[in-house]
């Protein structure tokens, strides 16, 4: 079963628009992550946040959590095309184990 | 990068076979997992190691088994292939404690089954 559902599953911008992806999960969690994953390569962990935390950056990433509704959104400031990539939110519902959702597909056009 | 190698890489089996892949670490980590990657299910979690023969089964663990004899290696059977199982098998591993914190992940192996 998906826990985390990404909107949207596609998205195309220019070089230097800001990109946000949305993440939506159905039950509580100890911590979401965000992973970016390059054709034909494994997945790249990209950044934690924990169920106590609202918001996190990292470089030209931010994140934020919002528990009360069950989402996280991730945003790319200042966009390149070597951000092409398909990202993925991935929570830890205090399994132990990460369930991850099906994607959102960044095209970044210089 | 952490230190995860996959093997083969690519395989082409036919309906029927065993398949075993491999997956070997460098970073003593203690927590290691077998996922499948296929388009329209992002990636699922099939079966996942806590220690040397400690493993415990994932959200799709149906016609696959696993073995952990030693920390470095994580092994995925398919003891019978079905064309359903063709799909890209990511190996991750992790070093925490209660396994639900950051994972690394391997290149990934192709399986097309015939």
């Known amino acids: 079963s998906q826990q985390g559902e990404e909107d949207p599953q596609a998205l195309s911008i220019q070089e230097g628009e800001n990109a946000t992806m949305n993440c939506s999960y159905k039950t509580s969690i100890n911590n979401l992550q965000w992973y970016r994953q390059n054709s034909g390569r494994g997945l790249v962990h990209l950044i934690l946040?924990?169920?106590?935390?609202r918001e996190k950056h990292s470089g030209r990433l931010r994140v934020t959590l919002d528990t009360s509704k069950k989402s996280s959104s991730l945003l790319i400031t200042a966009s390149r095309a070597a951000d092409t990539a398909s990202y993925f939110c991935a929570t830890d519902a205090f399994g132990g184990k990460l369930i991850f959702g099906q994607g959102t597909e960044l095209s970044v056009k210089p | 990068d952490a230190g995860i190698t996959q093997s083969p890489r690519h395989k082409v089996t036919e309906t029927g076979t065993p398949v075993t892949l491999r997956c070997h670490q460098t970073e003593n980590h203690r927590y290691m997992y077998w996922y499948r990657q296929d388009p329209g299910h992002g990636l699922r979690l099939i079966h996942y190691s806590y220690g040397v023969k400690d493993t415990d089964k994932g959200e799709v663990s149906d016609g696959y088994s696993v073995s952990r004899s030693k920390t470095e290696d994580f092994l995925l059977t398919l003891e019978s292939a079905t064309s359903s199982q063709t799909s890209v098998y990511f190996c991750?591993?992790?070093?925490?404690?209660?396994?639900?914190?950051?994972?690394?992940f391997g290149p990934g192996t192709r399986l097309l089954v015939l």
């Open positions: 991750a591993i992790s070093e925490s404690r209660g396994g639900g914190e950051t994972q690394y």
């Open positions: 946040i924990r169920s106590n935390e």
